[in-house]
């Protein structure tokens, strides 16, 4: 049975999740890094081996469970995304002169009248969101194209904010939607996104059912030439009228003298063109433009095709600020999405939390100098682990403890906790530390329990809504990353 999701579904469940970061109870979301080691083919418990990728091409993350477990052991840090942080969005179109843009129809994907030809733009879309029909301009305006001059190149950059329809010297006509703040400029700007909002002057002057432009389908033939005035446009709306120019027995143009309003359905007939006086005329099809509900500017969003959503996150150094969560002495290699983890048994609601596990020496006998991504083991426990971060200032050694041999499985091919104030070595420093049996102590904002501080972040906790594989990216204290997450609905 023919069926279809329509884009206002895709733009009510963008909305739906864009308010669930401020509704009264709001669900929380973080973005986290992770992955500090490369990838690589690795050896699991069993011994059998499991290809990631490698470095240069990283796989794709698979929609599995084993998946999302993964994310967990060795997530590095999480921040959390406030509402303030995200933004519809729409994929970015510059005005570019000498480009032929597509125009404003509501009808693109239906079959055109008399036909079992489906209705295109020129740049052979199907649909209106895939048409190019709204361009951002050097002044960070957005426009609206009504009308593209019997599908001319554009030649004349529009300008200005009047909430009338504007017409170029090149034939253009436009509508002025929305100017991008300076803030959206900044976090919701990219190379191929930009944020998308209503202007509410803009959209209290809209006019709902207004008609703004007509089409010529077929221009017919023996009517009489001339002008001829107020002619009814037809349907469910009032007040609409339009002249039309009859030259050589053939219709010429057609121009709006009253756009009228509450048009979901019109026509101009060519039985009233011929009743105003183009005695003779047949065969004449005005297609009439129907604009969107409220009008064209009444709510952009929804008249742009807002099914987009932007996350903007910027990881500052280490975060410092919050408590240091954020390591810049490891790179990462991935980064999540994750909705309502816990932490320490509750929901989560810190700004950042370290994900990895530490330990903290004691000062004698003095440790070594552990390195970052090397092999650790606990000869005793048999536990094994792999460094992320070792602060030798205050002998915190950071770590993670994964489900592949040399990175948190031991022999046997389990995953045992480091435990005790038993030796730990470094397997390519060559290093040793003996954790510190001080019942609770704190260093570098960190508690320690007998030596030991597990992940701020519950494991397995929360649900993770995005994964995506990278390239390394190498982090450091006096360094920002910008991170912007485009989620289509």
């Known amino acids: 049975m023919p069926a279809i999701i329509t884009n206002k579904f895709r733009i009510n469940n963008a909305e739906q999740f864009s308010e669930s970061f401020s509704e009264a109870s709001p669900e929380v979301y973080y973005l986290g890094i992770g992955r500090p080691q490369a990838f690589a083919t690795q050896t699991r418990g069993d011994s059998r081996t499991e290809n990631q990728g490698t470095d240069a091409a990283a796989i794709t993350p698979s929609d599995s469970v084993i998946e999302e477990f993964n994310t967990f052991d060795d997530l590095l840090a999480v921040k959390k995304i406030t509402s303030s942080d995200t933004s519809f969005v729409i994929p970015r179109r510059n005005w570019v002169t000498s480009t032929v843009y597509d125009y404003y129809r509501h009808d693109y994907g239906n079959r055109i009248t008399g036909t079992t030809t489906t209705q295109t733009a020129n740049s052979g879309a199907t649909t209106l969101f895939d048409a190019t029909f709204y361009v951002l301009t050097t002044a960070r305006n957005v426009y609206k194209c009504l009308d ?53 002057t803009v959209s209290s002057a809209a006019v709902d059912g207004a008609i703004n432009i007509v089409k010529i389908k077929s221009a017919g033939t023996g009517g009489t030439n001339g002008t001829f005035t107020g002619i009814a446009v037809r349907g469910d709306g009032s007040s609409g009228t339009v002249s039309v120019v009859v030259s050589g027995g053939s219709v010429t143009s057609v121009t709006i003298t009253n756009a009228g309003t509450g048009y979901t359905i019109a026509y101009i007939r060519n039985a009233d063109i011929v009743t105003a006086g183009a005695t003779g005329l047949t065969g004449a099809e005005i297609d009439v433009i129907i604009p969107p509900k409220g009008g064209h500017g009444f709510n952009a969003v929804s008249e742009l095709g807002g099914f987009f959503v932007m996350l903007n996150v910027s990881l500052e150094g280490t975060e410092s600020t919050n408590t240091g969560d954020f390591t810049a002495e490891n790179d990462f290699r991935r980064i999540i999405l994750i909705r309502n983890p816990f932490s320490g048994g509750s929901a989560a609601s810190a700004t950042t939390l370290r994900a990895t596990k530490a330990l903290r020496f004691a000062s004698s006998p003095a440790p070594g100098s552990f390195t970052v991504d090397e092999e650790i083991n606990q000869a005793t426990t048999g536990a094994v682990g792999k460094v992320v971060e070792y602060d030798s200032t205050n002998r915190i050694l950071h770590y993670i403890q994964t489900r592949f041999n040399d990175e948190g499985v031991d022999s046997n091919g389990n995953r045992t906790a480091f435990s005790g104030a038993n030796v730990i070595t470094g397997q390519t420093s060559g290093a040793t530390g003996t954790p510190s049996a001080v019942a609770s102590e704190t260093a570098d904002e960190i508690t320690f329990t007998n030596g030991y501080k597990d992940s701020e972040l519950d494991r397995h906790k929360g649900d993770v809504l995005y994964i995506e594989n990278r390239a390394p990216i190498t982090r450091a204290s006096d360094q920002t990353e910008n991170i912007k997450l485009v989620i289509e609905f």
Do not use: H, I, R
């Not at 001059?149 to 929305?178: C, F, I, Q, R």
């Open 148 to 200: 593209n001059n019997s599908n001319a190149a554009s030649s004349v950059e529009p300008t200005g904010t009047s909430t009338s329809v504007l017409t170029t010297a090149d034939g253009y006509k436009w509508k002025y939607m929305y100017t991008l703040s300076a803030a959206q400029q900044a976090n919701f700007l990219s190379t191929d996104f930009m944020a998308v909002a209503t202007d509410a």
